[in-house]
């Protein structure tokens, strides 16, 4: 659903629509590890709260010269 909306409703390219993809994968497996049982309880502010803390971790170890994307997964 997500990506049919992404590629007929906003008009983006199947390269961006997979891009998007990870992204929320990724935020959603960080923000519900429970899985859809933790997303039925979600609200922005809980999502906004994770949000925050792992912003702030990020930039904690980008400030340490620890390469943060790699700890994730993600090929810099």
Do not use: N, W, Y
Not at 32 to 48: S, V
């Amino acid at each position: 659903m997500f990506a049919a909306h992404l590629t007929h409703e906003s008009g983006l390219a199947p390269t961006t629509v997979e891009r998007h993809k990870l992204l929320v994968h990724r935020f959603l497996q960080e923000i519900c590890p429970a899985g859809a049982e933790e997303f039925a309880a979600l609200t922005p502010e809980i999502a906004i709260g994770k949000s925050m803390v792992r912003r702030s971790e990020f930039l904690q170890m980008r400030a340490l010269g620890i390469d943060a994307l790699a700890t994730i997964g993600v090929a810099g």
